[in-house]
């Protein structure tokens, strides 16, 4: 599965981004997805998963009623809605995909996309 993430910018904080990340073959549905992001200088950390079937769903602390994981198979396409979006949002952005359930830590996932920037300005 190779993996491609898009959608970053800069925007003001309050605003709001929708990230996508475009996964090709056929074996997409089969895979669990996350969104990771790691800031200048900080480790990468763990933002949002999604299941397979997309039924079930996990967030950071950090963002828990601001972000929204979601998938569309039919298209090989998982999704980060960020809303309310903070300066301390501010990182790069990457898409994973694995088959060990809402994992928290990176090294539960196989794939990675090359990242996209969110910029959060105040």
């Known amino acids: 599965v190779q993996l491609q993430a898009f959608g970053g910018g800069l925007v003001q904080a309050g605003g709001s981004l929708r990230l996508s990340c475009a996964a090709s073959?056929?074996?997409?549905?089969?895979?669990?997805m996350a969104w990771f992001r790691q800031a200048p200088g900080k480790e990468r950390e763990f933002v949002a998963a999604?299941?397979?079937?997309?039924?079930?769903?996990a967030y950071a602390d950090s963002v828990k009623g601001r972000f929204t994981i979601s998938r569309y198979n039919a298209k090989n396409t998982v999704y980060l809605q960020m809303n309310s979006l903070k300066p301390e949002d501010t990182a790069v952005y990457y898409c994973?995909?694995?088959?060990?359930?809402?994992?928290?830590?990176?090294?539960?996932?196989?794939?990675w996309g090359q990242g996209t920037l969110v910029t959060v300005s105040s």
């Open positions: 994973a995909g694995g088959k060990r359930g809402l994992a928290g830590l990176p090294e539960a996932y196989d794939y």
């Open positions: 073959g056929r074996t997409f549905s089969s895979y669990d």
């Open positions: 999604i299941t397979w079937s997309g039924s079930m769903t």
